[in-house]
């Protein structure tokens, strides 16, 4: 049986706690009694025996699969609007000091006469 | 215009001049305030904002080196040194040179002046000077024109404060490779406040970029698992980062496929494995999924990096004993080979039990394939400590693949030796660098490999060293025609003493069984083993049949060993005659009569 299964037999979310998996057998197990189901049972008996081996649990744990959808949104919830945010002022920031640097290196080395005739500003 | 000389002498000139007393400098200040403004105006256009602040700062104090108040020198005078000041950052000194050419300005345009106003005191804004920037041309893709990315040269965050803006930003604007890079080199310059918080935020961030990339897009996260990991080392395992490696790792053992078959998702999993290992928690969760990992030998190199990394922390069996599999089929890994025959030989002086129930565990094909290994590559000593560890507890099939690798050892040590010996190793002499190994182990492997028992008699060292091997050897197997294949090898040694012990052992434990004599004498028959013997086979056959009801074979051997006594009987006197000892008769031997049971 593939690993990843094996907590989806016992009808309980993946954990690393033999407890638990213990309460899932049991509970699973009113609904696979050997008389009546015995292919549900086998397969029953099959996972809680793999998940009682601590190595087994650990490793069936960890490769369990996960709601990447939902911990994508997670994340998208702690981090999405402030990167945003942080994104428009450093472009508000860099746009000014573009701007800025434009306006010394137009201003910056030109004579006070031709900062007058550029601007069509009257000499005098 | 004023020359690079002329620019030097008009810093001496003015230098003398403000050496001079108050009253004295009206007389000079026509001449020496000329020279200023034209040294001033040639640092200007040279853009020499660090003269320029220098010329400022001298100049503040004295009246009238600017020439008079409002003309055209004094406008161009005034506006150099506040550039120059702005530039270098002297705000304070840039108002005081503005502040005439502010009234002026404001005569002829308020916004202009407003904007230079800000420009002066430090605080330049977007809306004050956009109106005033030359309009760039329109750059058209169709016409071959792609506008440049600009280069964002980003500032390194002092604060803690600044490090979350910056960062987001970063991550904003930049690939994650820049991000990285970026952050990698800023921690090294910053505080270590600075540094850690850095490392943190970063972190987190990686492990958004691992979900986002490994959820919807299944993209490959490997360079920000790997930023991950080196923030946790450098954050040396803080307790906050535990559940985000636990998560990184989970999320990539979930997707690994159940043969790793590219060195590219080991060298992945192998970045969050050691982040989440560095818990203590995490650990075990590690090694199982570690250990269990199933991988094509192009993945091998990078996991036995990892198991290396592993077993420093703590050298279990399972990490040990999954490496010493994956040597087996990869050749690229003569790094890690010593540091885990080392880890090998450490386990197996000091829980030989555990290695033992890790070599039952293993299938068939994997015991098969180390044992190889291990006589092909490991020192004769490891393969005898493994071995002599792991007998007393193996199974049959397990003793197999020990016995392999006893014969593999023994061939290594022959081939090493002789070079062109080929061949079976059971016909060969015992290489010398094998001696210690085989001396240590063939009293466990004789009665599991019978057929080692000629070799061992043929190699014993001397009679002390062959009168516990063949008693060994003797207890191998019940049947009379084994004892006599002892005996005939103790014989063919010419150990006569042995040889004598060996067929009184036979005659004691078979004196009274009637078969198994009679097996004993035909089996003499067909060897044609010396006359001796066989008469002596045949007295204790006589001897155990009187009186008996005979089956076809032993009346066949009854036969046989009459023949023999009467031989004796007859030869004996002729040769007494003829002054010389009997010999066996040189007729062709001929079938026992009368039984339809011939011998072959």
New interface residues.
Partial sequence: MSE?RLFSVLGIAPT?DGTAVKRGYFAALVHHQPQTDPEGFRRLREAYEALSD??????A??????N??E??RE?AV??DS??????Q??I?R???A???A???E????T???Q??YH?E??AS | MVGAQNVKEAEVTVHAFMQLPVEERALQIDRVGEVFRAAVQADYRAKNWSKLTSWAHQAENVTGLDGSVGSFEFCETHWALTWGSVITKEFERARLWYEPLHALLMQRSPDFAEAMLAMVNGKPSLELVAPFLKAKPVLDPRLGYEPSRKKVSWVMPSTEGEVEPTLLALVAQEPWGVVASTVTQWSLKSSEAVSKAMWLLAAQLAVREVVKRTGAHHHQASSHVEFFRKAVEALRAPPCLSADALLIFRILAAKMPSEIDSAAHTRELTHAAVAASAYGAHRPLVVAVVTQLKCAVSAGVPLLGLLEHLALQASEMALVGKAMLLLTSTVEAPRVQPFFLRAFSTLLSQQGTLVSEWFEGLSDANRFHLTEWMAAACSFELSQTFLLAVWSQASSRSRRSLIALVENVLLRANHEEVPAERGDVLNAPLAAKARAFWAAVRTLVLPDAPEFLEFALVNAQSGDDLNPLVQAGLGLNPDVRHMLDVWDIVRRLKHVALTNDVERQLLTRYGRDTSALALAVLTAYERAFPLSFKRKLAEALVAAVEGLQLTPHIRSALVLAQRWLVSRKTAQPRAAKAGRKSKTSRKKRTPPPESGFVPV
């Fill in positions: 990843t690393r601590p190595a087994q649990l650990a490793a744990y960890a490769s369990a699969p996960l990447l959808v911990l994508e994340y702690r981090f402030k990167i945003a945010q942080a994104a002022s450093f508000a860099e746009r000014q573009h701007a800025v434009s306006f010394v137009q201003f910056a080395g004579s006070w006469e900062m007058l601007l500003l009257p």
